[in-house]
């Protein structure tokens, strides 16, 4: 049976907890788990840290979790394109409140005009997890608050470091 791929594309800017959690469930779903850092600019605020960095985050963060079936790449194209270029089957999303749905409805309906064979599949965050977005986490290290049980370690440093410059 060929190998069963997933891509779970993100800005990961940075990676927290919560998207650990999606990544771990989804590498149990899965054979082999592609995590997509994207590099193009797709919110209006510039990212804190370029995609290398982001990309270097995730791997060091997934080496920690010890999950073996999950690798990180960095893509710039459109997101179906990227998924048929690894030959995934499927594109991951994780979920938190339903002020994602819309966007992801929308998000659904133009991946499935672009490419019907890739399936969305969308995981829910689990509770612990479900108010936890990047842009809240950098805001909050931007004021010195502690989000050191949002992200993991090295992310916490990475944050704490960039911000005070
Ligand atoms: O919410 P995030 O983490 O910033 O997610 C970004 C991403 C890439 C998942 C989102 O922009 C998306 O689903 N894009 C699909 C549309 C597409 O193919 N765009 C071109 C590359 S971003």
């Not at 800005?11 to 990676?15: A, F, G």
């Given at each position: 049976m060929p190998e069963r791929i997933a891509v779970c594309p993100g800005?990961?800017?940075?990676?927290t907890n919560g998207h650990l959690d999606v990544i771990g469930r989804a590498a149990r779903l899965f054979d082999k788990v592609i995590i997509g850092v994207v590099d193009v600019q797709v919110r209006k605020q510039a990212p804190l840290f370029t995609a290398k960095e982001r990309k270097r985050m995730l791997e060091q963060a997934l080496e920690a979790n010890g999950h073996d079936n999950v690798v990180v790449q960095v893509f710039s194209n459109l997101l179906v394109d990227f998924a048929r270029e690894n030959e995934a089957i499927a594109i991951i999303k994780g979920l938190r409140a339903i002020s994602d749905f819309e966007y992801e409805f929308e998000m659904n309906q133009l991946n499935r005009k672009l490419d019907d064979t890739i399936e969305s599949v969308y995981i829910f965050a689990s509770s612990e997890y479900s108010f936890i977005r990047s842009t809240g986490v950098k805001e909050m290290a931007t004021f010195g608050g502690d989000v050191s049980n949002l992200v993991p370690p090295l992310v916490a440093e990475a944050l704490a470091e960039r911000l005070r410059k």
């Open positions: 800005s990961y800017d940075p990676v």
